[in-house]
Each structure stands twice: as C-alpha cells, then as structure tokens.
C-alpha cells in the first residue's frame, strides 16, 4: 500500500476475463457442503422430537452450521481461490526507492514508534472497526475505480456509507443469532448450578452486546459525527472485550462440559418411526 501511496507502482487493470472461469470453487461444491450442514440440522431437529439429549458442543456447531449458510449464501456468486499473476513495473528507478525507505526507516525508530505499538493494537479490534467502516485503508473511489462491474461495481458515490450500514446490521444480526442459538442450552444439567448461570448469562451477552454498536454507529449517522472520534472507539473496544470475553467462558463451559454428559447422549435417531408403516 505504501508503494502505490507514493507512487512508485501502479495498481495492475484486472479484467472481468481473468476472473471468469478460473473460480475453483462451483455450485456442485457448495451444494454438497450445503447438505452436509442441512444433515446436521436434521438429526438435531430429530434428536429434539424423540426427546434425546443435545450436548453443548452440537449446540455450539449448530450456531457455528447457521453463520456458515448465511456465509454461503452471501458469497454463493464469490470467485474462490482465483490466481492470475500480474506483472508490476516500477514508475521510479529501483535506486530511488531504496533511498526513500532507507530515509524513511532512519526517520522513525520503529523500536520506540507510539504507531508500531498502535498498529498492534488495532490488529485485535480490526474487525469490529472494518465492520463500522471506520477501518477503510484505500480510497472508496480508488476502490469503485479497480472494481470488477459482473463482481458488484457501484456507480454511486454514497453507496460505500449505505454499504458499511447494510454490513454493520447483518453482522450485529448474525451476531444476535450466534448468542441466541447457545440460549438453546438454557435448561442444560449442567454439574454445578453456577456453570448452569455463567452459560445463561455468556449466551445473553453475546446476543446483545452487538446494540451499544448499533447504537453508535446510528449515532454517528444521524449527528455527522467522525467515524474515528472517541465515542466510535470506546463503543468498538468496550463491544469486543465484552464478547470475547463471553465467548471465551462458553469455550471453557463447553469443554468442561465434556466430562459429564448427560445418559443417552449416545443414542442414535430412530428414523423409522418418522416413516408410516403399519
């Protein structure tokens, strides 16, 4: 990024053509993993009806199943894994540019730089501030500008702001539905009863730790505040501990579940009886 910043490349013109054709990834593909993610879905559906047990760790992968086909229906259209090489040729003597980092490095320790340290810490939070908008590294119009038409290339100016907004909602969504399918293990025989109010209490957070961010972010739209003022970073920081730190306990609960399971976890689903006979 810092080469194309100053000039010493260009961004290569990619093509519809060199996209087209070279996915590795097709509907027969995506189809079959559908079905294995709708199977699962069904034995645990059947599972619920005969009155079997369901452990913590299928609750967990069934959240996990549901993100993976709201995933897969968003990118269905997604190029997978598509390589083209493209050459990139210098627009600055290589000589030039070598003395220009070698200025730069000798201007900044990167031992004692307050923006090494600050680099570090927004790799943990970058997702949260990518989904609020606030963490775009390139230009919105550079990006319209190299962007693929057949591949969603947008023509309006304020399409980027509705874009982050559409992808703020649907994440904070798949977030609500992620926290809400763990409250499926609500009534769970949990060893002891304080695993059994940790759980309860992990699930509701992650379902609703995403509103301070809606909230914000909606408070940034209607006052025209900065996207990277105090208020946005406070609600982005706060909003990740908070879930992480509830993610984690359901990690540690759904281990340590593992030592007690419940009588009958083991029982397979009788599938004749869902079949009429006589």
């Not at 199977?39 to 299928?58: D, K, M, N, S």
């Not at 105090?230 to 540690?252: D, E, G, N, Q, S």
Request: proline residues 5%.
């Amino acid at each position: 990024m810092d080469f194309i910043e100053n000039e010493y490349v260009d961004i290569p013109d990619i093509v519809e053509a060199d996209i087209e054709g070279r996915s590795k990834g097709d509907a027969l593909s995506k189809g079959v993993a559908i079905l294995q993610l709708g199977w699962f879905i069904l034995q645990l559906v059947a599972r619920y009806i005969q009155q079997r047990p369901v452990t913590l760790l299928e609750i967990d992968t069934l959240a996990i199943v549901c993100l993976s086909c709201i995933a897969y229906g968003l990118w269905w259209n997604k190029p997978k894994d598509v390589r083209r090489p493209h050459p990139i040729h210098w627009n600055k003597n290589k000589a030039e540019v070598l003395q220009d980092l070698s200025f730069t490095y000798e201007k900044v320790n990167p031992e004692f730089s307050l923006d090494r340290w600050h680099h570090y810490l927004l790799v943990f939070i970058y997702p949260l501030r990518s989904l609020m908008g606030t963490a775009v590294t390139v230009s919105p119009c550079a990006v319209r500008a190299h962007r693929i038409p057949s591949l969603g290339g947008y023509a309006d100016e304020h399409r980027h702001d509705r874009d982050h907004v559409i992808t703020l909602f649907l994440g904070c969504f798949c977030a609500v539905i992620y926290g809400g399918l763990h409250c499926l293990g609500w009534h769970y025989l949990f060893q002891w009863h304080t695993d059994q109010v940790l759980w309860r209490v992990a699930s509701i957070v992650m379902a609703s730790a995403s509103v301070p961010l809606l909230l914000t972010f909606g408070w940034v739209i209607l006052s025209d505040s900065p996207h990277d003022s105090w208020v946005v970073r406070f609600a982005v920081v706060t909003t990740a501990f908070i879930y992480i730190a509830a993610r984690v306990t359901l990690i540690v609960l759904l281990v340590s579940s593992l030592r007690s399971l419940p009588p009958g976890v083991y029982d397979t689903v009788a599938w004749t009886t869902f079949v009429p006979h006589v």
